[in-house]
């Protein structure tokens, strides 16, 4: 199971950071990832992040402020915003799959989301 928090309200600028705390002890094993959905938008990608940490891809609008990160002896992955601005606020969810992928298709569990609201 996969449980996405840290999400809330920012002004335009400001910064937050999500959490994703997953259940099980085959957590390292799985790559991580960031999708957010907007309103009557598709679930688009965010970042994501190799088993091990060494590589991590992120999607074009989060490139330059978006940081993910993992730290797999507390089966916990982080996504570390700065600069937020309007068209940034979205459900966020995490994901694992068993590939180091940037589509939705390779993420087999999904947690429940997040809501990420900014005021401009």
């Known amino acids: 199971q996969l449980q996405a928090s840290g999400g809330g309200l920012v002004q335009a600028g400001g910064s937050l950071r999500l959490s994703c705390a997953a259940s099980?002890?085959?957590?390292?094993?799985?790559?991580m990832g960031w999708f957010r959905q907007a309103p009557g938008k598709e679930r688009e990608f965010v970042a994501a992040?190799?088993?091990?940490?060494?590589?991590?891809s992120y999607g074009d609008s989060a490139k330059g402020r978006f940081t993910i990160s993992r730290d797999n002896p507390k089966n916990a992955v982080y996504l570390q915003m700065i600069s937020l601005k309007p068209e940034d606020a979205a459900v966020y969810y995490c994901?694992?799959?068993?590939?180091?992928?940037?589509?939705?298709?390779?993420?087999?569990?999904w947690g429940q989301g997040t809501l990420v609201t900014v005021s401009s």
């Open positions: 099980g002890r085959t957590f390292r094993s799985y790559a």
């Open positions: 992040i190799s088993w091990n940490g060494e590589s991590t």
């Open positions: 994901a694992a799959g068993l590939l180091f992928a940037t589509v939705i298709e390779r993420y087999n569990y």
